[in-house]
């Protein structure tokens, strides 16, 4: 074992431990949002009824969509480090931030949707949800219904109430997940941080057993 594969196996773990603690953490609070944000309306949605609904979904994919991340992301670093002069470091942050969330975004879109479908029906289930898009949509339909929706919204804007009215409603659960991203950002980075050192030095003690 190397000091590389030390490095990959912390940032993997961590990653994984701090997501699903921010996610399971915050859970209540995406709920709300994703309500406020319904079509249907929040208290139709389910109001504050059924707060952990789609809570199955998140809890099988949080680990790996934030372990995908941080391993694509230190994975970068190290790559192109070696082959760029110092001031250039901070692109390659940039680069490898952006590679990060291409990477997990594979994982994240598809538990997104079947988590926010269960959250905004509280009598279904995220697996429920799960079979139900697959049957009736397959994976890539979402991604025609979002192109179409943004379309028709761009052509049918007329008017400064009309366009009041879209834009505030763009704003729906704004307090919710600014909440939840300033908490979720101070536990996902001191969870982060606290598992990688431990787990990089419980690594190298258990490599120095074996050497």
């Given at each position: 074992m190397t000091h590389e594969s030390g490095y990959f196996v912390s940032a993997l773990?961590?990653?994984?431990?701090?997501?699903?603690?921010?996610?399971?953490?915050?859970?209540?609070?995406?709920?709300?949002?994703?309500?406020l944000q319904s079509a249907k309306g929040f208290w139709k949605a389910g109001g504050f009824s059924g707060i952990y609904s789609g809570v199955g979904a998140v809890a099988l994919g949080s680990a790996p969509i934030a372990a995908l991340f941080f391993v694509t992301y230190e994975g970068?670093?190290?790559?192109?480090?070696?082959?760029?002069?110092?001031?250039?470091e901070p692109v390659v942050h940039m680069?490898?931030?952006s590679a990060?969330?291409?990477?997990a975004c594979l994982l994240r879109v598809p538990v997104e949707v079947v988590k926010q479908r269960a959250?905004?029906?509280?009598?279904?289930?995220?697996?429920?949800?799960?079979?139900?898009?697959?049957?009736?949509?397959?994976?890539?339909?979402?991604?025609?219904?979002?192109?179409?929706?943004?379309l028709h919204s761009v052509s049918t804007l007329g008017g400064i109430k009309g366009m009041v009215v879209k834009i505030s409603r763009l704003y729906s659960g704004l307090l919710p997940r600014m909440l939840w991203i300033s908490i979720g950002g101070a536990i996902f980075l001191g969870v982060f941080d606290k598992a990688r050192k431990t787990v990089y030095t419980l690594y190298n003690k258990y490599d120095e057993k074996i050497s």
């Open positions: 773990l961590a990653g994984g431990a701090a997501g699903t603690s921010v996610d399971l953490a915050l859970f209540p609070l995406d709920t709300v949002k994703t309500r970068v670093k190290y790559l192109a480090k070696p082959r760029v002069s110092p001031q250039w680069i490898a931030a990060g969330e291409v990477g959250q905004a029906n509280r009598q279904s289930s995220s697996l429920n949800e799960f079979k139900h898009t697959l049957k009736t949509e397959g994976i890539l339909e979402h991604c025609d219904q979002g192109n179409t929706l943004l």
